[in-house]
Structures are given as C-alpha cells and as structure tokens.
C-alpha cells in the first residue's frame, strides 16, 4: 500500500513536470508585415524626403564643380599656346590634384549621407522592435514574424497596423546627422 501511494505520488509529479514544461514551449505567434510599415511610417517617409533633399544639394554641388572644372580646363588649354612645357605641366599638376581633392570631398559627402541615412533608419528599426516588444507583453505571443517569411497566418495574428499605428503616434520625425558624419 504505501508503494502504491509513493508510485502514485511520483506519477502525479511526472506529469505536471511534463505538462508545466509543454506549457512553456509553446509558441504564440504574431506576423508583421515589414515592407508595409516602411512604406507608411510618417518617420521613413521624413528620413526619405531629407536624404533626397541632401542629395540633391550635393548632386547640384557635383554640376558647379564640374562647370568650373571645365572651365578650368579651356583656360589650361589657351594657356597651353603661351607656356613653356614645364610651367604648362605644373598647372595640370595642380588642377588634376584639385580635381582629385574634389572627387574625394564629394564621395566622402555621399558615404556620410548613407551613414546619416542608416543611422536614422537604425533609430525607427529600434523604436518599431520596442512597439513589438510592448505589444508582446500585451498579447502574450512570444515569437513575431516577418509575413514574408510566413506561407499562411489569419489575419487575427497578423499586428501590423498596430506597430504602424504606435509608431507613427511616437516617432513622426528623425533627425538626419549628416553634419556629424561628414566631419568626421
């Protein structure tokens, strides 16, 4: 009788062990749709119409630049009639090391716009993980997906209206530290 009641006993302790550890692997799931929270986050569409705006003031920068290039250039070559072949030879010296500091000054200007760029999507990429992680906690899922990578989910696990929601409520705009990068 009393192994019967210890063999009983260590049954009934095996099986909540078992069933609290089911418990705890289960999967609730959750599917966000990440292209659509880029397309309509107000703080991507900011981040998008200020690297625009950079860009384009840099690509007008790159025109000025190659007008007085040119110009420079027609100058070299009337002055080329009237010099000497060394004096003539230190001019080009001088203008094609401009040309290369210029060059060199316009690509560092791009890569500090692709740094500020990447830096501001950093910012709302956080901010979007931090709404999931919120939303987690209120839904009680513990795994979100990306909808790309989902062959087939109802719409009920599907959060993403949400995150665009919170996230255009708490991030509408990001500043683009392009200053920052292009001195350094």
Do not use: C
């Not at 609730?28 to 929270?37: H, P």
């Not at 692709?114 to 830096?119: D, H, L, M, T, Y």
């Amino acid at each position: 009788m009393k192994f019967l009641k210890i063999y009983t006993f260590l049954i009934l302790v095996i099986f909540f062990e078992v069933t609290n550890a089911q418990d705890h692997y289960v999967a609730r799931i959750a599917v966000v749709d990440v292209e659509s929270i880029l397309e309509n986050s107000l703080a991507i569409a900011g981040i998008k119409k200020s690297i625009n705006e950079l860009s384009e003031t840099i690509q007008k920068e790159i025109v000025q630049e190659e007008k007085e290039f040119k110009k420079r250039q027609q100058e070299l070559v009337e002055l080329q009639k009237t010099l000497n072949q060394e004096e003539f030879d230190s001019l080009i010296l001088k203008f094609n090391k401009n040309v290369s500091n210029v060059q060199k000054n316009i690509q560092l200007k791009k890569i500090a716009l692709e740094q500020a760029r990447s830096q501001s999507i950093e910012i709302v990429h956080k901010k979007t993980v931090s709404i999931i992680n919120d939303l987690a906690k209120e839904y009680n899922f513990n795994l979100a997906l990306p909808s790309t990578q989902v062959l087939y989910a109802t719409s009920e696990l599907n959060i993403t209206l949400e995150v665009i929601s919170r996230l255009n409520e708490s991030l509408t705009e990001v500043p683009i530290n392009y200053q920052k990068f292009l001195k350094n």
